[in-house]
């Protein structure tokens, strides 16, 4: 009984790899789809989310599928990425992005780096599990570089966002200059950096500069945040 | 309503349930059982009403486990940013907890029977004196039951949990049992409130929603995580399966990369032993370099006083956490 049993779980296992399998062979082919229609109901069935549609560009957009604009230049891209960023109600502060990825490609990264930073996100952190994208930093920051210059034109790191208000008689110009803060983690910045702090807090301790009732959860955020202890003195 | 439903399942259960038991099964399995507001919402209920619903959704969820064969489950019922809800609502949910503590009480002969380990984690001090005490008392009661183990997150935040195995560990140097080079991946995870279980190998979020919201960080960073859609109240032995499910299709990579965070402490340990071993033979030296079979006796030296050195300092803070419920317990005696 125990065999058959197994050899149904064995069977069971594999039908649901086969359609995961089929349900990504699908959305790639669905890409190349035209005609919202089917597009959006391929989307209700395959997609475990909801995904929301940009209000703005609902009626008379100009253009539907990226393949239109690619001769139109960064410029029209960039002001249209930046006005979907505003239309969005909520905007994620920091983007993390967990690469779980066998191969890395530096460009789709990059890619994705550039889009958070054009839509208005300000800070992007990029991990894998083996501290690749950490040990090769620069070619990291190379490839970025580049695409910023592919996709937004423009100069190197800083970006001039224009806000305009909706529905105000005067339309306000607010010109934004911000800088995207991207960081590139590896496994030594998650629970090793908490046991390097949690050792420097001990050796204060050791030493009498600290007692064990002065560590709180603001003292030890201060510190894995980079701060050094000294310039954080215990009320006394 | 009981923490425990009797019961077994029915055939259909059965027969899903032994299928999936020729898999590798989780032996930890944590929930996050979010959606009963959105439930009471739903249903046209109170918001009191959800959470009791949810309440008895627990003890079924238990049940199945127990047919399962999963001997752990830790769930995620009060977090410390909950204090933030409206009076209203914290004082409901304390009530609800006091009574269900207290019905736990009532059930000492059914828990010894079952063998069930009930053990409460968070910082209890924030709780009023009497739920403290109630939950003290449940705690001390099972305490030696070893069949099942339910182990409910209570005044609970994931950093507050980290903050305190830090300030443990900072009193282990003030008292002397050990020192700041003893801190270890291994020595904090020894010291959270969670020490008495491994770590868990699923995690569950009901209700769609998909963050962590500061739960067993530390604990679930080689786990499955499974987001479902279904709300709390409506969770079915269906859903617990489809999460298994999931759980089997990755366990194979799981597996491997616990291997991998495993061998990295090991050569992590050994390096920071090592480093401890080279400045203190630099400090007893005179200038000469140590030959490399001194070196290798003060390191091994070295390993066993410091493992002595945990020992001790493990025994003394588990000394300390029952002391601190026992204490609970006998307050409840003289009043």
């Given at each position: 009984?125990?065999?058959?049993?197994?050899?149904?779980?064995?069977?069971?296992?594999?039908?649901?790899?086969?359609?995961?399998?089929?349900?990504?062979?699908?959305?790639?082919?669905?890409?190349?789809?035209?005609?919202?229609?089917?597009?959006?109901?391929?989307?209700?069935?395959?997609?475990?989310?909801?995904?929301?549609?940009?209000?703005?560009?609902?009626?008379?957009?100009?253009?539907?599928?990226?393949?239109?604009?690619?001769?139109?230049?960064?410029?029209?891209?960039?002001?249209?990425?930046?006005?979907?960023?505003?239309?969005?109600?909520?905007l994620?502060?920091h983007?993390?992005?967990?690469?779980?990825?066998?191969?890395?490609?530096?460009?789709?990264?990059?890619?994705?780096?550039?889009?958070?930073?054009?839509?208005?996100?300000?800070?992007?952190?990029?991990?894998?599990?083996?501290?690749?994208?950490?040990?090769?930093?620069?070619?990291?920051?190379?490839?970025?570089?580049?695409?910023?210059?592919?996709?937004?034109?423009?100069?190197?790191?800083?970006?001039?966002?224009?806000?305009?208000?909706?529905?105000?008689?005067?339309?306000?110009?607010?010109?934004?200059?911000?800088?995207?803060?991207?960081?590139v983690?590896?496994?030594?910045?998650?629970?090793?950096?908490?046991?390097?702090?949690?050792?420097?807090?001990?050796?204060?301790?050791?030493?009498?500069?600290?007692?064990?009732?002065?560590?709180?959860?603001?003292?030890?955020?201060?510190?894995?945040r980079?701060?050094?202890?000294?310039?954080?003195?215990?009320?006394? | 309503?009981?923490?425990?439903?009797e019961?077994?399942?029915?055939?259909?259960?059965?027969?899903?349930?032994?299928?999936?038991?020729?898999?590798?099964?989780?032996?930890?399995?944590?929930?996050?059982?979010?959606?009963?507001?959105r439930?009471?919402?739903?249903?046209?209920?109170?918001?009191?009403?959800?959470?009791?619903?949810?309440?008895?959704?627990?003890?079924?969820?238990?049940?199945?486990?127990?047919?399962?064969?999963?001997?752990?489950?830790?769930?995620?019922?009060?977090?410390?940013?909950?204090?933030?809800?409206?009076?209203?609502?914290?004082?409901?949910?304390?009530?609800?907890?006091?009574?269900?503590?207290?019905?736990?009480?009532?059930?000492?002969?059914?828990?010894?029977?079952?063998?069930?380990?009930?053990?409460?984690?968070?910082?209890?001090?924030?709780?009023?004196?009497?739920?403290?005490?109630?939950?003290a008392?449940?705690?001390?009661?099972?305490?030696?039951?070893?069949?099942?183990?339910?182990?409910?997150?209570?005044?609970?935040?994931s950093?507050?949990?980290i903050?305190?195995?830090?300030?443990?560990?900072?009193?282990?140097?003030?008292?002397?049992?050990?020192?700041?080079?003893?801190?270890?991946?291994?020595?904090?995870?020894?010291?959270?409130?969670?020490?008495?279980?491994?770590?868990?190998?699923?995690?569950?979020?009901?209700?769609?929603?998909?963050?962590?919201?500061?739960?067993?960080?530390?604990?679930?960073?080689?786990?499955?995580?499974?987001?479902?859609?279904?709300?709390?109240?409506?969770?079915?032995?269906?859903?617990?399966?489809?999460?298994?499910?999931?759980?089997?299709?990755?366990?194979?990579?799981i597996?491997?990369?616990?291997?991998?965070?495993?061998?990295?402490?090991?050569?992590?340990?050994?390096?920071?032993?090592?480093?401890?071993?080279?400045?203190?033979?630099?400090?007893?030296?005179?200038?000469?370099?140590?030959?490399a079979?001194?070196?290798?006796?003060?390191?091994?030296?070295?390993?066993?006083?410091?493992?002595?050195?945990?020992?001790?300092?493990?025994?003394?803070?588990?000394?300390?956490?029952?002391?601190?419920?026992?204490?609970?317990?006998?307050?409840?005696?003289?009043?």
């Amino acid at each position: 009984m125990a065999l058959l049993y197994g050899l149904i779980w064995r069977l069971l296992l594999a039908l649901v790899r086969i359609k995961r399998a089929t349900v990504s062979w699908l959305r790639v082919r669905l890409r190349t789809w035209k005609g919202s229609f089917w597009q959006r109901t391929m989307a209700a069935l395959l997609l475990p989310v909801p995904v929301s549609e940009f209000k703005q560009n609902k009626a008379g957009a100009n253009q539907s599928s990226d393949g239109d604009d690619d001769g139109k230049g960064a410029g029209s891209r960039r002001s249209r990425w930046i006005s979907d960023g505003i239309s969005l109600e909520k905007l994620p502060v920091h983007i993390g992005l967990v690469v779980a990825e066998e191969e890395l490609s530096y460009t789709d990264i990059a890619n994705i780096v550039v889009w958070c930073m054009a839509v208005g996100v300000s800070y992007v952190s990029v991990y894998d599990h083996h501290g690749i994208f950490q040990k090769n930093n620069s070619s990291l920051q190379e490839e970025i570089v580049r695409q910023q210059h592919n996709l937004l034109g423009g100069d190197d790191s800083t970006f001039n966002m224009e806000l305009l208000k909706n529905g105000s008689d005067k339309p306000q110009h607010f010109v934004v200059s911000c800088r995207p803060i991207v960081k590139v983690l590896s496994p030594e910045d998650g629970k090793h950096s908490i046991v390097q702090a949690a050792r420097k807090l001990c050796h204060s301790v050791e030493k009498k500069e600290w007692s064990s009732k002065d560590i709180s959860v603001s003292v030890l955020d201060i510190l894995l945040r980079g701060l050094t202890l000294r310039s954080y003195a215990p009320v006394l | 309503m009981s923490w425990i439903r009797e019961g077994e399942l029915n055939l259909l259960e059965k027969i899903s349930a032994n299928i999936l038991m020729a898999g590798p099964m989780p032996k930890h399995v944590a929930f996050i059982m979010d959606g009963n507001r959105r439930f009471a919402r739903k249903k046209k209920l109170e918001r009191h009403d959800g959470h009791m619903q949810g309440f008895n959704k627990l003890a079924e969820t238990l049940r199945w486990c127990k047919h399962l064969n999963i001997p752990e489950v830790t769930v995620y019922a009060f977090s410390i940013e909950n204090f933030k809800r409206s009076k209203e609502e914290v004082d409901g949910l304390l009530d609800l907890a006091r009574q269900k503590f207290e019905r736990l009480l009532e059930e000492q002969e059914n828990l010894e029977k079952h063998g069930v380990c009930i053990r409460v984690l968070g910082d209890l001090n924030m709780l009023p004196l009497d739920l403290q005490e109630v939950i003290a008392k449940a705690v001390v009661m099972t305490k030696n039951h070893n069949k099942c183990f339910l182990n409910v997150c209570f005044a609970y935040t994931s950093r507050y949990e980290i903050t305190n195995a830090v300030r443990e560990m900072a009193w282990g140097v003030e008292q002397g049992l050990i020192k700041a080079s003893d801190v270890s991946e291994a020595l904090l995870s020894e010291c959270l409130y969670s020490s008495n279980s491994p770590n868990p190998d699923l995690l569950i979020r009901t209700s769609g929603e998909v963050r962590l919201s500061d739960f067993l960080l530390w604990q679930t960073s080689h786990s499955c995580l499974v987001f479902q859609s279904v709300l709390w109240p409506e969770y079915s032995f269906w859903n617990l399966c489809e999460a298994i499910v999931q759980y089997q299709l990755n366990h194979k990579s799981i597996q491997k990369a616990r291997e991998l965070h495993r061998e990295e402490q090991a050569l992590q340990q050994l390096e920071a032993d090592c480093a401890c071993i080279a400045e203190h033979l630099q400090h007893q030296g005179n200038g000469k370099p140590a030959d490399a079979q001194r070196r290798q006796e003060a390191l091994q030296h070295y390993t066993v006083a410091r493992e002595e050195r945990v020992q001790d300092f493990l025994q003394a803070l588990k000394h300390k956490r029952d002391t601190f419920f026992t204490n609970l317990c006998s307050e409840t005696v003289l009043t």
